[in-house]
């Protein structure tokens, strides 16, 4: 009895966009306007994130204001809206500490 083997196909990477808050310390550039993507502590702006493939292989990381990305007509598809999920950071597990003993004269 023979066996029949299937390759799986390597899935080809496609750039796309995320919607996420614009960090302290940015310093990058629009990829549209070319003015920076500032941060502003009272005003919580939003950025579009792109990880550009061209031919499968990842090229660069392009970075627009919002509305920017908009008017751009979305170069990289349809932006993704979903949030970040943070680890979570669990309290790590109780063990047993090593003891000192002292020595008594």
């Not at 966009?17 to 993507?37: I, K, M």
């Not at 579009?48 to 598809?77: L, Q």
Request: hydrophobic share 30%; charged share 25%; glycine share 6%.
């Amino acid at each position: 009895m023979g066996s029949t083997t299937t390759k799986n196909k390597p899935t080809t990477a496609r750039s796309r966009a995320v919607l996420r808050d614009v960090e302290p310390g940015s310093t990058v550039e629009c990829a549209r306007c070319g003015e920076r993507v500032k941060f502003q502590a009272k005003v919580r702006h939003k950025q579009v994130i792109c990880n550009v493939y061209e031919r499968g292989k990842w090229m660069r990381v392009e970075h627009f204001h919002s509305d920017c990305y908009t008017a751009a007509g979305e170069p990289h598809g349809e932006v993704d809206t979903t949030p970040v999920v943070k680890a979570r950071r669990a309290a790590a597990a109780p063990t047993a500490a090593p003891t000192l003993q002292t020595r008594s004269a």
